[in-house]
C-alpha cells in the first residue's frame, strides 16, 4: 500500500504525520518581536487522530494567543487554565467526541501541542503567538531576531518536574527525524522608530525589501529560497539608528486598568580595572565536535592573549569528566600563558557527555577569596539538568557575597538557550551567543572587558515621586507552610500546621524585582506595573554604586501613552520568571524577610499572572474546545489513534558528522619591494593604496621630517634635559599620529605590499606577542616586515632591540588592524603601550643617573 503525505516509522510501520506546514510571521518594533506561528494539521488517516507536536520557544517568550482554525470555517479562541484543570476539560472534551486543542509548557523552553479528535479529512491550523525581547547583538552592535526550529537533543535524564504533574505531556518522547519536511514559510516586518539602516541574516538566505511604501523605517524579509524545514535556528540582524539610546515609555493596559513602564539602554560608561579571578570552563563533548569546538579553542586563545597582567586564571575542560589545567588559579605569566595557549590549541571535543554541574562546582569551591571571580562558560548547553545547575550557581554567588559572576556563551546552531540565559541570570554575568557562521571574537573580549571591573551595586530605579510603601496597606496571604513528615514509627502527635501571613501585594511591581547587573554594551530592560491610582515620574531616575563612585542617569518618560498589552505582557513574563527563579518580591521583599516561602504560594501566584495577562507557564496552559453537533461526535466517538510528529534532528547534533579543525595558515600577506598599506575609508569604504615605510610605521610624523630630531635610544647614551626625556616618551608611547600620504619619507627601507587585513592575519602577528604585552626580537617577527634582523632598522635609530620591537608593533596594529579590527585587538594593543610604557620609565630613571 502507497502512503501519501509526511511518514515516520514506529515499530517498523509507516505512520502518517500530521503536519503539514509551518508559516511564521514576525513583527519586529525596535527592541520587541511579536511571532505568529502556524502550524496546519490534516488527519489523512481513515480514523478519528490525535497529533502531539513538541517544538522549541526561547525560555524569555511570552505565549499569549492561541487559537484553533477548524477547516477554514470556524475559528476557536484558547483561553487560559490552570494547567491539571485544562488538561481534564481537554481529556473529557475527547472522550465525549469533541474537538480539543491544547497548549502546555514542558520545560521552560520546550512547549507541547495536543491536536485531538481530527477528524477523517479535517485540517486544523493551530496560530500560537508569543512576544519576546530581541537581544542586544554585541557583535555589530544591532538587535538579534532569533526564530528557534530544532530541540537540540539533551544530555541526562530530564527528571521529574512536579509542575507536569497532571498535564497531557509525554515525557521524552521527543521523536526525532531527518525527514521531517512540512513546508515552511516565513515572513518578517520590521518596523523601526528611526532609519533602518541595514539588515542581515548570518543563518539563512534572505530577500530584503527595504523602504517599504516610501518609508525607511519599514522593511520586510522573506526566506529566499523555498524550502521544507529550517535545519537550524533563524537569525536576523537589524541594524536601526537610536536603538542603543536611552528610552522609557509606559502603555495603558484597558483591561488591567494598569500603566506599565519599560526602560530601556545600552549603557556606556567607563570604570576602572581591579585584580581578578577568571576561570574558564570549555564544553568539550561530543556534541561540541566540528564548528563550536574550533570556534571554543580560537576564542580562548584570544582571551589567553587578551588577559591583563595582574590576574589569576585557570582553564577547565568538561564532558563526561572533567579536568583542570592548574590545581588553583595561577598568576598570569609567561610559563603560565604559554602552557595555556598550547592547551587551548590542541583541545578537541573528545570528552563524550555533557556533565556541567561537577566542574562549575570544582571551580567556585577552588576559587580565590581575595579577590572577585568571574567563571566564564562556553557551551552547546545539550543538557537537561538545568535546574540543578542554576541553584548551584546561585548558591556560589551567595557565598562570595555578589563577588563572583558567571558569564555563558552558546556556541552552534542548536543551543539551548534556556541553559545558556539562566546560568547567566543566576550568576549576575549576561549570555551571548554564536552560531557556526559567526565570529564571537567580539563578544567574547566585550564579556572580559567587563569581567575584569569590579561589580556595580545598590541599584535603585525611581518610578514614581508618591510614597506608595508607607501608605501601603499590610495586604497579607494566610498559608498553610509545607507540612513535616509523620513517622511510623513514633508516639509523638503531629504538631498542627504552622499558619504564616505573607506580603502578596503591592502597587508597585518592578519586573525583573531585583534590578539585573548593568555592563557597557549589554542591553538593559526593565519594567514597572503600576497601579492607575499611581502616578509616574517625568524622569525615570537609576542610580548605582561602582567602586569608582556613585552612577546616576536621568531618562525622560515619552509623553505619548501606548494603548495595548504587549509591554504588560513582557512584563508579567518577567514576574513569572522572577517567581520561577526565586527571586520575585515575594521572595525578596523585607516584610516577607526569614519567612519560608511555601511552594503552593508560588504556584497561585503564577496561575493569577497566567491568567490576568492570558499567558502560558509550567501553572497555566492554554485550552481550546471545539463543540460538535450530534453527528460528528458520533463519528468521533471511538477514541482516536495517537501520533507523535517527529521535530527534525539538524547536522549539528549528528554524532556521525565531524568537521575537521583546520589551522590557520601561517603564510603573510607580504612581498618584498616598495611598502603599500591598505587603508579603508570608513564612508565610501573604498581602498587607498599609500606608500607606508617601515620607520613612518613606527615613529611619528616629526621624527620621520626631521633627521636631526633623531635621538638615540641607547641606554649608554646620555639625554641631557627633562625636555628630551618628554620628547622621547611622547614620540615613542604615541606611534604612527602622522598620515602617510602627507609627506615623502626621507629613509628608505625594504617595504612589504599589503592586502586587505584579514582575522587570521591578526592573529598570526599576535603570536608574537609575550603575555606581558611585548614583542621580543626574533628573526620570524623581522620577517614579518619583510627584514632579515635588527641591523634592517639601522636609519631608525633605535638600538634598543625590545623597545624596536615595541615600536614597530605597536604602529602596526594601530595602523594597519585596529580600524577594522578594534574590539578583536584593543586589549593586546593597549597591553603593548603599557610595555612600552614600562620599558621608557624604566630607561629613563637609568638615564637621570648621568
Not at 114 to 122: H, R
Not at 142 to 156: E, L, M, S
Not at 700 to 717: H, I
Amino acid at each position: 500500500m502507497q502512503i501519501y503525505g509526511l511518514i515516520y516509522v514506529a515499530n517498523y510501520h509507516p505512520c502518517p504525520v500530521p503536519l503539514q506546514n509551518v508559516s511564521v510571521e514576525a513583527n519586529i518594533v525596535d527592541m520587541i518581536a511579536e511571532t505568529t506561528v502556524y502550524q496546519t494539521y490534516k488527519n489523512i488517516e481513515s480514523n478519528p487522530i490525535e497529533a502531539f507536536y513538541k517544538f522549541p520557544l526561547h525560555e524569555a517568550t511570552a505565549v499569549c494567543k492561541f487559537e484553533a482554525e477548524i477547516d477554514g470555517k470556524r475559528n476557536i479562541k484558547g483561553i487560559v487554565k490552570e494547567a491539571k484543570l485544562a488538561t481534564k476539560e481537554y481529556n473529557e472534551a475527547i472522550q465525549q467526541g469533541q474537538g480539543a486543542y491544547l497548549l502546555e509548557q514542558h520545560q521552560s523552553d520546550v512547549f507541547q501541542c495536543s491536536i485531538g479528535n481530527i477528524t477523517a479529512g479535517q485540517t486544523v491550523v493551530i496560530k500560537i503567538t508569543y512576544v519576546t525581547e530581541l537581544k542586544h547583538d554585541a557583535e555589530t552592535e544591532k538587535v538579534r531576531f532569533v526564530f528557534p526550529t530544532a530541540i537540540a537533543p539533551r544530555y541526562g535524564s530530564s527528571g521529574y518536574s512536579p509542575a507536569n504533574d497532571g498535564k497531557k505531556l509525554i515525557p521524552d518522547a521527543i521523536s526525532y527525524s531527518s525527514e521531517a519536511n512540512y513546508y515552511l514559510d516565513l515572513a518578517v516586518t520590521c518596523r523601526m522608530t528611526s532609519v533602518i539602516q541595514s539588515i542581515e541574516s548570518p543563518s539563512h538566505h534572505i530577500s530584503t525589501e527595504l523602504n517599504i511604501d516610501g518609508n525607511p523605517n519599514v522593511s520586510k524579509i522573506t526566506l529566499a529560497e523555498q524550502i521544507t524545514y529550517l535545519e537550524k535556528d533563524f537569525i536576523l540582524v537589524v541594524k536601526s539608528l537610536g536603538l542603543d539610546q536611552p528610552r522609557a515609555f509606559v502603555e495603558y493596559n484597558p483591561k488591567t486598568e494598569t500603566n506599565c513602564v519599560m526602560l530601556t539602554l545600552v549603557p556606556k560608561f567607563a570604570i576602572n580595572t581591579i585584580m581578578s579571578e577568571l576561570i574558564f570552563v570549555i564544553d568539550r563533548s561530543g556534541s561540541m565536535q566540528g564548528g563550536p569546538m574550533k570556534k571554543a579553542s580560537e576564542a580562548l586563545q584570544l582571551l589567553l592573549r587578551s588577559l591583563p597582567e595582574d590576574c589569576f586564571f585557570n582553564v577547565i575542560s568538561f564532558g563526561s569528566h572533567f579536568d583542570s589545567l592548574f590545581e588553583k588559579s595561577q598568576p598570569y605569566s609567561e610559563n603560565s600563558f604559554l602552557k595555556a595557549l598550547k592547551h587551548a590549541q590542541e583541545m578537541t571535543a573528545n570528552y563524550g557527555g555533557t556533565e556541567i554541574y561537577n566542574p562549575i562546582k570544582w571551580a567556585f569551591d577552588n576559587s580565590r577569596n581575595d579577590m572577585p571571580t568571574s567563571v566564564f562558560l562556553l557551551t552547546d548547553g545539550q543538557v537537561n539538568n538545568v535546574d540543578q545547575i542554576v541553584e548551584l550557581i546561585k548558591s556560589c554567588e551567595e557565598k562570595k557575597k555578589g563577588d563572583a559572576r558567571f558569564f555563558s556563551i552558546g556556541i552552534g546552531d542548536s543551543v539551548s538557550h534556556n541553559l545558556v540565559e539562566s546560568v547567566s541570570r543566576a550568576g549576575k554575568g549576561y549570555a551571548q551567543f554564536v552560531t557556526n557562521n559567526e565570529r564571537m571574537d567580539k563578544k567574547i573580549l566585550g564579556m572580559l572587558k567587563n569581567a575584569i571591573k569590579p561589580p556595580i551595586k545598590d541599584y535603585n530605579i525611581t518610578w514614581t515621586n508618591q510614597i506608595v510603601e508607607d501608605v501601603l496597606p499590610m495586604e497579607t496571604e494566610s498559608v498553610d507552610v509545607d507540612k513535616p513528615t509523620i513517622s511510623f514509627f513514633s508516639d509523638n502527635a503531629t504538631p498542627p500546621p504552622v499558619v504564616q501571613n505573607f506580603f502578596t501585594d503591592i502597587k508597585i511591581q518592578q519586573a525583573p524585582f531585583l534590578i539585573p547587573p548593568i555592563y557597557p554594551g549589554v542591553r538593559f530592560i526593565v519594567y514597572c506595573i503600576l497601579e492607575k491610582s499611581v502616578e509616574t515620574c517625568k524622569e525615570i531616575i537609576l542610580s548605582a554604586n561602582s567602586h569608582d563612585g556613585p552612577m546616576k542617569l536621568s531618562i525622560p518618560l515619552d509623553p505619548v501613552i501606548l494603548q495595548g498589552s504587549k509591554i504588560h505582557t513582557l512584563a508579567a513574563r518577567k514576574l513569572i520568571q522572577d517567581l520561577d527563579d526565586g527571586t520575585s518580591f515575594i521572595h525578596k521583599h523585607p516584610r516577607n524577610s526569614g519567612k519560608m516561602i511555601p511552594v503552593s504560594l508560588i504556584r497561585e501566584q503564577i496561575v493569577k499572572l497566567g491568567i490576568t495577562y492570558t499567558l502560558a507557564s509550567k501553572y497555566t496552559s492554554f485550552l481550546a474546545i471545539d463543540e460538535r453537533d450530534n453527528k460528528v461526535v458520533a463519528e468521533a466517538q471511538s477514541l482516536p489513534n495517537k501520533r507523535i510528529v517527529p521535530t527534525r534532528l539538524n547536522s549539528a547534533s549528528r554524532r556521525s558528522l565531524v568537521m575537521p579543525t583546520s589551522s590557520l595558515s601561517s603564510s603573510q600577506s607580504f612581498l618584498s619591494s616598495r611598502v603599500s598599506a591598505v587603508t579603508t575609508s570608513s564612508r565610501s569604504g573604498a581602498m587607498l593604496y599609500e606608500p607606508i615605510s617601515i620607520p613612518s610605521m613606527a615613529m611619528s610624523a616629526s621624527l620621520v621630517c626631521n633627521t636631526s630630531s633623531y635621538m638615540s635610544l641607547s641606554e649608554d647614551n646620555y639625554v641631557s634635559g627633562v625636555v628630551e626625556r618628554r620628547k622621547l616618551h611622547s614620540l615613542l608611547a604615541k606611534s604612527a599620529i602622522y598620515k602617510p600620504s602627507s609627506i615623502e619619507p626621507v629613509i628608505s627601507a625594504i617595504s612589504v605590499k599589503m592586502k586587505p587585513p584579514k582575522i587570521e592575519t591578526l592573529y598570526s602577528f599576535l603570536d608574537f606577542q609575550s603575555f606581558d604585552g611585548s614583542f621580543l626580537p626574533s628573526n620570524k617577527f623581522y620577517s614579518w616586515f619583510g627584514k632579515n634582523d635588527s641591523k634592517d632598522f639601522e636609519n631608525i635609530e633605535i638600538k634598543n632591540e625590545k623597545i624596536l620591537c615595541l615600536a614597530l608593533a605597536i604602529a602596526y596594529l594601530e595602523l594597519i588592524m585596529l580600524e577594522t579590527f578594534k574590539e578583536e585587538c584593543e586589549m593586546c594593543y593597549e597591553k603593548s603601550k603599557k610595555a612600552l610604557k614600562k620599558k621608557l620609565t624604566v630607561m629613563n630613571k637609568r638615564l637621570m643617573r648621568f
